[in-house]
């Protein structure tokens, strides 16, 4: 079956400054990479999600590349806020149907 | 539209007893998937049910989990005779149909706690 990993386990940068966490996986057939953000207690909620028929999407401070090739996608917050710390998860959609593969997630800390 | 309820928002369990765990999908969302996530870790996908049907259990521990959908109601996860290392956050999410690359939408989940 599918398997995802995701690097670092955990970021600390300084506000301002840009965060890059990237994921792997092994199922070439997958064709669905979505970002959650996890706050403490809370559920997690979609913050960019990308198909493999386009290589980059991106949606204000937040960007995610995609190399189906590599089979590895990445996700990229510029001009870090406090309020972006959290723990970041990615995912990989198993095709045929919308069940989800996480990775191992990171937790983000933003530094003022 | 309330979205993805989930009920109870948590749970407190003595070891031995049994655990259920509710699940109302959003409106016109008749698919349903189950992840559990341990403390400091991942979300770990369990089960997916559509009505009356399960679809894939291939999450769901062999032993003391059983999931259902049923025609009226929530849906149900149920730990029989729950364990501490049952302890973790529940959640489910729901799909309007057999989709695929499609946002999933999350309730706000259900935290168990065996003492």
């Known amino acids: 079956g599918e398997n995802v990993e995701q690097h670092p386990s955990t970021l600390s940068v300084q506000e301002g400054d840009s965060a890059v966490i990237k994921c792997t996986y092994s199922?070439?057939?997958?064709?669905?990479f979505p970002w959650y953000k996890q706050e403490l207690g809370k559920r997690p909620q979609l913050i960019i999600d990308?198909?493999?028929?386009?290589g980059e999407k991106k949606d204000q401070r937040i960007a995610v590349t995609l190399n189906k090739t590599a089979k590895h996608f990445s996700l990229h917050i510029t001009e870090t806020q406090p309020e972006d710390s959290a723990v970041y998860f990615c995912?990989?959609?198993?095709?045929?149907?919308?069940?989800?593969?996480f990775g191992a997630g990171t937790r983000l800390a933003v530094h003022p | 539209n309330a979205g993805v309820m989930q009920n109870p928002r948590h749970l407190v369990r003595r070891r031995g007893q049994e655990a259920r765990l509710r699940c109302s999908p959003m409106?016109?969302?008749?698919?349903v998937y189950w992840y559990r996530q341990l403390p400091e870790e991942g979300l770990k996908f369990m089960v997916y049910?559509?009505?009356?049907?399960?679809?894939?259990e291939s999450g769901m521990p062999k032993e003391r989990f059983s999931a259902e959908f049923p025609k009226e109601g929530p849906s149900i996860l149920r730990i029989q005779q729950v364990v501490r290392g049952d302890s973790a956050a529940y959640f489910c999410a729901s799909s309007p149909a057999r989709t695929e690359n499609t946002e999933a939408f999350f309730g706000q989940g259900t935290r168990l706690t065996v003492v």
């Open positions: 995912a990989v959609g198993v095709k045929g149907y919308n069940k989800l593969i």
């Open positions: 049910l559509q009505k009356e049907n399960i679809i894939d």
């Open positions: 409106k016109g969302h008749s698919h």
């Open positions: 199922d070439s057939a997958s064709n669905y």
């Open positions: 990308i198909r493999s028929n386009v």
